[in-house]
Protein backbone atom coordinates (compact mmCIF):
# COMPACT_ATOMS: atom_id res chain seq x y z
CA UNK A 1 0.00 0.00 0.00
CA UNK A 2 1.00 3.55 -0.73
CA UNK A 3 -0.12 6.93 0.49
CA UNK A 4 -1.96 9.28 -1.69
CA UNK A 5 -2.78 12.66 -1.63
CA UNK A 6 -6.61 13.22 -1.74
CA UNK A 7 -6.44 15.05 -5.30
CA UNK A 8 -5.32 11.86 -6.92
CA UNK A 9 -8.06 9.93 -5.19
CA UNK A 10 -10.34 11.39 -7.09
CA UNK A 11 -10.23 9.24 -10.11
CA UNK A 12 -9.61 6.20 -8.91
CA UNK A 13 -13.20 7.05 -7.15
CA UNK A 14 -14.58 7.95 -10.17
CA UNK A 15 -13.87 4.76 -12.07
CA UNK A 16 -14.96 2.54 -9.05
CA UNK A 17 -18.45 4.26 -9.25
CA UNK A 18 -18.85 4.23 -13.02
CA UNK A 19 -17.65 0.53 -12.85
CA UNK A 20 -20.09 -0.54 -10.59
CA UNK A 21 -23.02 1.32 -12.64
CA UNK A 22 -21.61 -0.43 -15.77
CA UNK A 23 -21.20 -4.01 -14.10
CA UNK A 24 -25.04 -3.31 -13.02
CA UNK A 25 -26.52 -2.90 -16.62
CA UNK A 26 -24.23 -5.68 -18.21
CA UNK A 27 -26.17 -7.92 -16.09
CA UNK A 28 -29.34 -6.84 -17.46
CA UNK A 29 -28.57 -8.16 -20.94
CA UNK A 30 -27.48 -11.84 -20.08
CA UNK A 31 -30.50 -14.23 -20.61
CA UNK A 32 -30.62 -15.90 -17.60
CA UNK A 33 -33.68 -18.98 -17.57
CA UNK A 34 -32.59 -20.52 -13.71
CA UNK A 35 -34.08 -23.74 -13.22
CA UNK A 36 -36.69 -23.97 -15.98
CA UNK A 37 -34.34 -23.05 -18.41
CA UNK A 38 -32.14 -26.26 -17.02
CA UNK A 39 -34.99 -27.83 -17.92
CA UNK A 40 -35.70 -26.35 -21.72
CA UNK A 41 -39.03 -24.92 -20.66
CA UNK A 42 -38.03 -21.36 -20.42
CA UNK A 43 -35.63 -19.04 -22.62
CA UNK A 44 -32.12 -18.41 -21.78
CA UNK A 45 -29.27 -20.13 -19.85
CA UNK A 46 -30.44 -22.32 -17.06
CA UNK A 47 -28.34 -20.95 -14.19
CA UNK A 48 -28.87 -17.67 -11.88
CA UNK A 49 -28.67 -14.51 -12.80
CA UNK A 50 -25.55 -13.18 -10.46
CA UNK A 51 -23.94 -16.99 -11.09
CA UNK A 52 -24.22 -16.34 -14.81
CA UNK A 53 -22.94 -12.45 -15.04
CA UNK A 54 -19.82 -13.06 -12.13
CA UNK A 55 -18.70 -15.78 -14.49
CA UNK A 56 -18.41 -14.25 -17.39
CA UNK A 57 -17.21 -10.88 -15.32
CA UNK A 58 -14.25 -12.82 -13.34
CA UNK A 59 -13.06 -14.01 -16.74
CA UNK A 60 -12.91 -10.87 -18.32
CA UNK A 61 -10.89 -9.55 -14.95
CA UNK A 62 -8.65 -11.85 -15.59
CA UNK A 63 -7.98 -10.99 -19.55
CA UNK A 64 -7.54 -7.65 -18.12
CA UNK A 65 -5.31 -7.95 -15.24
CA UNK A 66 -2.87 -9.94 -17.59
CA UNK A 67 -2.91 -7.26 -20.15
CA UNK A 68 -2.47 -4.89 -17.07
CA UNK A 69 0.60 -6.88 -15.63
CA UNK A 70 2.17 -6.51 -19.04
CA UNK A 71 5.52 -4.22 -19.17
CA UNK A 72 5.18 -0.95 -20.76
CA UNK A 73 1.79 -0.88 -19.74
CA UNK A 74 0.54 2.81 -18.03
CA UNK A 75 -2.35 2.28 -16.29
CA UNK A 76 -2.77 6.93 -16.56
CA UNK A 77 -2.05 6.45 -19.90
CA UNK A 78 -5.49 6.65 -21.89
CA UNK A 79 -4.68 4.34 -24.65
CA UNK A 80 -3.63 1.77 -22.34
CA UNK A 81 -6.55 2.22 -20.23
CA UNK A 82 -9.09 1.45 -23.07
CA UNK A 83 -6.92 -1.39 -24.21
CA UNK A 84 -7.35 -2.86 -20.77
CA UNK A 85 -10.86 -2.26 -20.84
CA UNK A 86 -11.18 -3.40 -23.88
CA UNK A 87 -9.19 -6.97 -23.50
CA UNK A 88 -11.50 -7.45 -20.65
CA UNK A 89 -14.32 -7.11 -22.73
CA UNK A 90 -13.00 -9.81 -25.53
CA UNK A 91 -12.39 -12.24 -22.37
CA UNK A 92 -15.78 -11.85 -20.93
CA UNK A 93 -17.51 -12.15 -24.14
CA UNK A 94 -15.34 -15.25 -25.31
CA UNK A 95 -16.98 -17.07 -22.25
CA UNK A 96 -20.34 -16.16 -22.34
CA UNK A 97 -20.32 -16.88 -25.87
CA UNK A 98 -19.00 -20.32 -25.35
CA UNK A 99 -21.25 -20.60 -22.65
CA UNK A 100 -24.18 -20.31 -24.70
CA UNK A 101 -23.27 -21.98 -27.46
CA UNK A 102 -22.54 -25.31 -25.78
CA UNK A 103 -25.94 -24.88 -24.42
CA UNK A 104 -27.56 -24.23 -27.70
CA UNK A 105 -25.95 -27.32 -28.93
CA UNK A 106 -27.31 -29.29 -25.55
CA UNK A 107 -30.45 -27.87 -26.23
CA UNK A 108 -30.99 -28.18 -29.76
CA UNK A 109 -29.19 -31.93 -30.58
CA UNK A 110 -29.88 -33.04 -26.76
CA UNK A 111 -33.16 -32.56 -26.07
CA UNK A 112 -34.56 -31.67 -29.42
CA UNK A 113 -36.51 -27.96 -28.81
CA UNK A 114 -36.06 -24.93 -31.34
CA UNK A 115 -34.95 -21.94 -29.76
CA UNK A 116 -38.07 -19.66 -29.44
CA UNK A 117 -37.80 -16.70 -27.20
CA UNK A 118 -41.41 -15.58 -25.66
CA UNK A 119 -40.65 -12.08 -25.03
CA UNK A 120 -40.60 -10.80 -29.00
CA UNK A 121 -43.45 -12.34 -31.85
CA UNK A 122 -40.41 -12.60 -33.93
CA UNK A 123 -36.91 -12.24 -33.60
CA UNK A 124 -35.48 -8.84 -34.62
CA UNK A 125 -32.13 -10.09 -36.00
CA UNK A 126 -33.27 -12.92 -38.05
CA UNK A 127 -37.14 -11.83 -38.54
CA UNK A 128 -38.25 -15.85 -37.35
CA UNK A 129 -41.33 -15.69 -36.05
CA UNK A 130 -41.37 -17.45 -32.64
CA UNK A 131 -44.57 -17.97 -30.94
CA UNK A 132 -44.59 -21.52 -33.52
CA UNK A 133 -41.70 -22.95 -32.03
CA UNK A 134 -43.32 -22.30 -28.21
CA UNK A 135 -44.22 -25.70 -26.71
CA UNK A 136 -47.48 -24.50 -24.72
CA UNK A 137 -47.25 -23.98 -21.61
CA UNK A 138 -43.58 -23.33 -21.54
CA UNK A 139 -41.94 -19.43 -21.89
CA UNK A 140 -39.46 -20.17 -24.41
CA UNK A 141 -36.55 -22.28 -25.31
CA UNK A 142 -32.99 -22.47 -25.66
CA UNK A 143 -31.11 -19.50 -26.83
CA UNK A 144 -32.32 -17.40 -29.94
CA UNK A 145 -30.28 -15.08 -31.63
CA UNK A 146 -31.62 -12.17 -30.22
CA UNK A 147 -31.06 -13.71 -26.68
CA UNK A 148 -27.26 -14.78 -27.85
CA UNK A 149 -26.37 -11.17 -28.58
CA UNK A 150 -27.91 -9.58 -25.87
CA UNK A 151 -25.59 -12.02 -24.19
CA UNK A 152 -22.66 -10.71 -25.90
CA UNK A 153 -23.45 -7.11 -25.34
CA UNK A 154 -23.49 -7.74 -21.69
CA UNK A 155 -20.70 -9.86 -21.34
CA UNK A 156 -18.63 -7.56 -23.01
CA UNK A 157 -19.71 -4.56 -20.61
CA UNK A 158 -19.19 -6.67 -17.76
CA UNK A 159 -15.66 -6.96 -18.72
CA UNK A 160 -15.15 -3.39 -19.16
CA UNK A 161 -16.76 -2.76 -15.66
CA UNK A 162 -14.75 -5.10 -14.22
CA UNK A 163 -11.58 -4.11 -15.97
CA UNK A 164 -12.46 -0.86 -15.26
CA UNK A 165 -12.82 -1.63 -11.03
CA UNK A 166 -9.54 -3.60 -11.05
CA UNK A 167 -7.17 -0.62 -12.79
CA UNK A 168 -9.26 1.69 -10.42
CA UNK A 169 -7.58 -0.63 -7.42
CA UNK A 170 -4.59 -0.57 -8.67
CA UNK A 171 -3.83 3.17 -8.94
CA UNK A 172 -5.12 3.75 -5.29
CA UNK A 173 -1.76 1.21 -4.54
CA UNK A 174 -3.22 -2.02 -3.95
CA UNK A 175 -0.88 -5.31 -5.32
CA UNK A 176 -2.54 -6.78 -8.14
CA UNK A 177 -3.24 -9.96 -5.76
CA UNK A 178 -5.27 -7.92 -3.56
CA UNK A 179 -6.71 -5.74 -6.43
CA UNK A 180 -7.88 -8.58 -7.84
CA UNK A 181 -9.60 -10.16 -5.04
CA UNK A 182 -11.42 -6.66 -4.29
CA UNK A 183 -12.69 -6.51 -7.67
CA UNK A 184 -14.36 -10.04 -7.68
CA UNK A 185 -16.26 -8.98 -4.41
CA UNK A 186 -17.36 -5.47 -6.07
CA UNK A 187 -18.16 -7.56 -9.12
CA UNK A 188 -20.89 -10.22 -6.72
CA UNK A 189 -22.01 -6.85 -5.43
CA UNK A 190 -23.34 -4.93 -7.89
CA UNK A 191 -24.68 -8.74 -9.93
CA UNK A 192 -26.72 -8.88 -7.01
CA UNK A 193 -27.87 -5.44 -6.55
CA UNK A 194 -28.96 -6.37 -10.30
CA UNK A 195 -30.49 -9.53 -9.63
CA UNK A 196 -32.64 -7.67 -7.29
CA UNK A 197 -33.67 -5.35 -9.93
CA UNK A 198 -34.11 -8.02 -12.38
CA UNK A 199 -36.26 -10.50 -9.84
CA UNK A 200 -35.86 -13.90 -11.42
CA UNK A 201 -35.23 -14.89 -15.07
CA UNK A 202 -34.80 -12.45 -18.72
CA UNK A 203 -34.41 -12.92 -21.92
CA UNK A 204 -31.96 -9.48 -22.44
CA UNK A 205 -32.50 -6.76 -23.72
CA UNK A 206 -35.72 -6.98 -25.30
CA UNK A 207 -37.42 -8.46 -22.17
CA UNK A 208 -40.23 -6.11 -20.64
CA UNK A 209 -37.82 -6.35 -17.06
CA UNK A 210 -34.90 -4.36 -19.44
CA UNK A 211 -37.07 -1.25 -18.83
CA UNK A 212 -36.37 -1.35 -14.59
CA UNK A 213 -32.83 -0.85 -16.02
CA UNK A 214 -31.87 2.72 -14.85
CA UNK A 215 -33.04 1.77 -10.88
CA UNK A 216 -30.40 -1.05 -11.07
CA UNK A 217 -27.68 1.22 -12.65
CA UNK A 218 -28.64 4.09 -9.76
CA UNK A 219 -28.47 1.97 -7.10
CA UNK A 220 -24.98 0.57 -7.67
CA UNK A 221 -23.96 3.96 -8.84
CA UNK A 222 -24.92 4.48 -5.31
CA UNK A 223 -23.11 1.16 -3.50
CA UNK A 224 -20.24 1.13 -5.52
CA UNK A 225 -19.98 5.23 -4.42
CA UNK A 226 -20.16 3.86 -1.16
CA UNK A 227 -17.55 1.81 -1.05
CA UNK A 228 -15.04 3.41 -3.28
CA UNK A 229 -14.72 5.49 -0.03
CA UNK A 230 -14.18 3.29 2.19
CA UNK A 231 -11.99 0.98 -0.20
CA UNK A 232 -10.02 4.43 -0.59
CA UNK A 233 -9.79 5.03 3.16
CA UNK A 234 -8.23 1.49 2.84
CA UNK A 235 -5.50 2.41 1.01
CA UNK A 236 -4.89 5.48 2.90
CA UNK A 237 -4.63 3.20 6.10
CA UNK A 238 -7.66 4.55 7.78
Excluded: R, W
Amino acid sequence: MVNIDIVSLAIPLAEITIAGAIINASVHFVPVGGAPAAMATSTGVGTGTTQLAAGAGFTGLMAAAALAAQSGISLTNPLHLALIMASGAVGSMIMLGLTMLIGQMIYVYGIGVVPAADKVDKDPFTGDYQKSYITPGTTGHAIPTVCFISGLIGAALGGIGGGLAYIAFKLLGFSSEVSGVIAVGFFFLNAVLASYNIGGTTEGFHDPKFKKIHFGIVASFVASLLCGVIISGMSLGI
